[in-house]
C-alpha cells in the first residue's frame, strides 16, 4: 500500500482572510506532499510496513526498524497531522462547539474561553516547532503539544503525551509565517475563525 496526499477538503483560498491562498498551497501541496512521499520511500520494500493504516504505524513505532523509525516517526506523523488537520478547518466555520463536546470542554476547563486560553498558551509555549492538541485521554479532555511531527497517539514514551486527538493546531513556522511572520500568538487567535467544531465533535 501506498499512502496518497488527500486533497483539501476546500479550495486554497477558503479559509482567507484568517489563513492566506499562498500558505495553504505551499502548506499543502509541498510539505504536506514531502511528507507522503518521504513516508512511502522509508517505507518501500518492507512488505509488513507498506501493508499498515497510517493509524496502526505510528500508534505502534516500536515495531518499526530502528534504521527507519526516525522517518517514519517524523514523515507518518506529518501525514497523519495535516491530514487531521485540514479537515479541522473550514470556510464560514468557527464559533463555538456545540453538544456534548461544549460540555465535556466545560466541565474540564471552567468555560470556553478558558479552554481557548489554555489552548493557545499551550501552542505559544512550544519551543520551535510542533503542534498543540486537544486530546481526550481515556475519556479525559486534556490540552497537550509535541514537538516536530509527534503525535499523541504515538504514546507518552515517544510524544511525551498521550490520547485520541480531537483539535491540533500546527504551530510550525510554515503555517503562518507569510501572513503573521514570528506573530504566533496572532496565527493562533485567529485560528479560531477557522475551526471546524463539527469535525472535532466527529473525533469526539
Ligand atoms: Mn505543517
Known sequence: MSHELPPL???KEALEPHIDALTMEIHHDRHHKAYVDNLNKAI????ALEA??????????ASVPENIRGPVRNNGGGHWNHSFFWKLMAPKAGGTPTGKLADAIKAAFGSFADFQAKFEAAGIARFGSGWAWLVSNGGKLEIVSTANQDNPLMGKAVAGCEG????GVDVWEHAYYLKYQNKRADYLKAWWNVVNWAEAAKNF
Open 52 to 61: 499498515k493504516p497510517l493509524d496502526a504505524l505510528i500508534k505502534d513505532l
Open 9 to 11: 477538503p476546500y479550495p
Open 164 to 167: 485520541k486527538p480531537l483539535l
Open 44 to 47: 518501500a520494500g518492507n512488505a
